[in-house]
């Protein structure tokens, strides 16, 4: 459909069609010059995706897994969706994420959430939370979820967080199972937040990459540089994902 168009198209994986390039991993397509990034795929997939892509290309996201938070169309609107790109008809969604930094790593940048969690349950660590400007708090619990917009309907969702409009700049903050009630607080992404725990830290960003961080050793998280950007065709925009939850 898409070469009938006069496009070209780049594959991860291979789909061994003619005239279709590939590229050997989906970190790869990147690094290429690409206008627009279609998945076909469920929602972890897309998360997957917007890890290893480090800019703004628009993505439109045809859902063939379970809910489609994340995805605008099913297989089946494709034709009619392509044909009111070719046209201009669309509208452009940004979405703020999260860049985590342990010392001098910089890791993969987060759509939905960075989880900060104890590695073991025999020590509840104190968590220290610089929100700069000398807001600083420490607190003893089992972890903490650093939210954006974006995943405020995931993880901290469960735990009882509030739904943030998608377009808002802030990032949320979630204790979680704190000893002493903590309030979730919303602040800007514009300003950088740092943690410590006293244990030894799991940190995981968007329920998928695992990276361990030493006791006693500051996280550093701030708003990515490139916003995630998706293909949208309606005005639904930021209240888009009530609607994908099941809310009517």
Same mark, same amino acid.
């Given at each position: 459909m898409l070469l009938n168009r006069g496009l070209s198209v780049t594959s991860f994986p291979n789909l061994h069609v003619k005239n279709v390039d590939h590229v050997p991993t989906v970190k790869e397509i990147g690094s290429n010059k690409i206008d627009l990034i279609v998945t076909v795929s469920g929602d972890g997939t897309i998360l997957r995706m917007l890890r290893v892509l480090d800019n703004s290309t628009p993505c439109l996201c045809v859902n063939v897994g379970g809910r489609g938070i994340l995805a605008e169309i099913k297989p089946d609107q494709a034709r009619i969706a392509f044909d009111k790109i070719l046209n201009g008809d669309? +509208? /452009?969604?940004? !979405?703020? !994420? +999260? !860049?985590?930094? +342990?010392?001098e790593r910089t890791l993969p940048p987060a759509l939905n959430e960075v989880h900060l969690l104890r590695q073991t349950a025999a020590h509840t660590p104190s968590f220290t939370i610089d929100f700069d400007s000398g807001a600083v708090f420490t607190q003893r619990m089992d972890g903490v979820l650093i939210s954006t917009p974006t995943g405020s309907t995931g993880h901290s969702y469960s735990y009882g967080a509030p739904f943030l409009e998608?377009? /808002?700049?802030v990032f949320m903050i979630t204790p979680e199972g704190p000893i002493n009630r903590f309030p979730i607080v919303v602040k800007r992404a514009n300003s950088p937040v740092r943690i410590l725990g006293t244990f030894a830290l799991d940190l995981i960003i968007d329920g998928q990459d695992v990276f361990a961080v030493e006791a006693d050793t500051f996280v550093s998280l701030k708003k990515h540089d490139h916003d995630a950007v998706f293909v949208r065709f309606d005005t639904a925009g930021s209240f888009r994902q009530l609607k994908n939850l099941g809310f009517k």
């Open positions: 669309m +509208i /452009l969604e940004r !979405r703020s !994420r +999260i !860049r985590s930094q +342990i010392k998608g377009s /808002l700049d």
